[in-house]
């Protein structure tokens, strides 16, 4: 068997965003390899020759090679082999899933400057749901002509703008899948681990969307891909907090992340310095924060094998000089408000303390004594999309559509703690479960216990309902 090698300096320019065109390569023949054992597999599951099998046989060597490198064959042998081990017995001469389709889509293709990308839109291939998102209704041909209209748009400012991330995206991306929107979230997109070069997302809204969203995605497909040569994390993590996430994540998740918007967030460090203000120098300055703390917690976790320890220290080292850049002071507010709101709303949605550990706070209260340690624990949950009414509140601000006077968060936002304080403990008066009103109140308030673990003085203003809220925070604090 043909081994798959990285060199040292090919790991350490994946870990830094940057793969060179050979690592690449490697890439996408380790997964030509794989697909091609996991199709053998598959046909050494069932009695006789299936129709796929002899579909793929009576191709040419270049057409047998497409399809068996195509992403949703990976994905379709991955599910099928899965399904034959573990399900009942398949009929003789077939496998799990039914057959392995043909390619299905629209084949798209756009060009800027003598650089090429060709992908196929898979608007009715019938794995597009295997992806992780709900599959959108097959598209119109208006729907088409504007999936081509963004495509083009992205691919032109990839390329004049971002020419290595344009090389990237071309030696990775091969399928798109429309996504049905959430209307929640300002955009979904997605990625499966067996289906390197496919990406799912929801209709952008102008090319600059997409760009972003097809860099993000395809950060995903080469870090499984890489994955799938070198174990990067140790198994059996706790799952904890991801910048990027509402719900908690395993650490292989938030690298995913953290190596997602490397990407991200070097695509608007270019922008910024490419002239555009606004949104670039407010995402810029957002994320070049969260990655580069998400790199300091996992080198520091203990949880990350010699190979991820590689690859995310060129990750950080990649990112923190982007810390120094200036950038407007009131954005970097702004960029610092957004981290710290994801980081209170996760905290009050995810994190509980045990019912035993609650009263034994709320009796040291009501005796004088001091607070006793307790921990906050990942309670279970399902995952939301929902980015909070504060970043909405921030982005209008951004351009130029400052909230109107009156609302805690209209106060929070402008800057004003001392309103946005008197007006969020009136909340909490009012009911004391409103999470947004315990979430801005972490962004506010003076006392520690509130600004770095809200969910304890939620949970034990519950149950001590006579306690005044900045004495009981003051006295968690201490």
């Known amino acids: 068997m043909h081994p798959f090698r990285l060199a040292d300096a090919e790991l350490a320019g994946l870990g830094a965003g940057r793969p060179s065109a050979g690592a690449l ?26 129709a796929w099998y002899v579909r793929l046989h009576a191709l040419s060597s270049d057409e047998f090679r497409a399809h068996c490198a195509d992403p949703m064959t990976g994905l379709w042998a991955a599910r099928a082999l899965a399904a034959l081990r573990t399900g009942p017995p398949a009929e003789p001469g077939r496998a799990a899933l039914g057959d392995l389709p043909e390619p299905a889509g629209h084949p798209l293709s756009v060009t800027c400057a003598g650089r090429r990308l060709t992908v196929r839109l898979d608007d009715r291939g019938p794995l597009r749901h295997l992806l992780g998102l709900p599959a959108a209704a097959p598209l119109r041909p208006d729907e088409v002509a504007r999936w081509r209209e963004h495509l083009d748009a992205a691919w032109t400012i990839l390329v004049t703008r971002h020419p290595e991330a344009a090389g990237t995206l071309a030696g990775v991306l091969r399928v798109i899948v429309p996504a049905r929107p959430d209307p929640l979230a300002e955009g979904v997109s997605a990625t499966s681990a067996e289906a390197f070069g496919a990406v799912a997302l929801s209709a952008p809204a102008s090319g600059v969307q997409l760009a972003v969203a097809l860099l993000h995605e395809t950060q995903h497909s080469v870090l499984n891909a890489v994955h799938g040569l070198f174990e990067l994390v140790h198994p059996g993590t706790e799952p904890g907090y991801s910048p990027w996430r509402e719900d908690p994540r395993p650490t292989f998740g938030i690298l995913h992340g953290g190596y ?6 070097r695509f608007w460090r270019t922008e910024l310095r490419g002239g555009c203000g606004g949104e670039a120098e407010f995402e810029f300055a957002r994320w070049r924060a969260a990655v580069h703390r998400m790199a300091g917690r996992l080198l520091g976790g203990g949880r990350l094998t010699a190979a991820g320890a590689r690859l995310v220290t060129a990750l950080r080292d990649e990112v923190e000089p982007w810390l120094a850049e200036p950038v407007d002071p009131e954005v970097v507010r702004l960029a610092d408000l957004a981290r710290a709101d994801h980081h209170a709303r996760w905290r009050l949605r995810n994190l509980t303390i045990a019912p035993d550990d609650v009263a034994a706070v709320a009796r040291a209260w009501r005796a004088g004594r001091a607070a006793p340690a307790v921990a906050s624990v990942v309670a279970p949950g399902r995952r939301v999309t929902d980015a909070g009414s504060r970043l909405r509140l921030i982005r209008a601000v951004l351009r130029g559509d400052p909230p109107a006077a009156g609302s805690a968060d209209a106060a929070c936002v402008r800057g004003d703690g001392a309103a946005a304080l008197t007006a969020y403990r009136e909340a909490v008066r009012r009911d004391r479960a409103d999470g947004a009103a315990w979430s801005g109140l972490a962004l506010v308030a003076p006392q520690p216990a509130l600004r770095h673990r809200p969910e304890l003085v939620r949970a034990a203003a519950l149950a001590a309902p006579e306690a005044d809220i900045a004495d009981l925070a003051a006295w968690l604090s201490r």
């Open 260 to 265: 997602a918007f490397l990407a991200v967030t």
């Open 25 to 50: 390569g490697v890439l996408r023949r380790a997964r030509l390899s794989r697909h091609l054992l996991l199709l053998r597999e598959v046909r050494r599951a069932v009695a006789e020759d299936p």
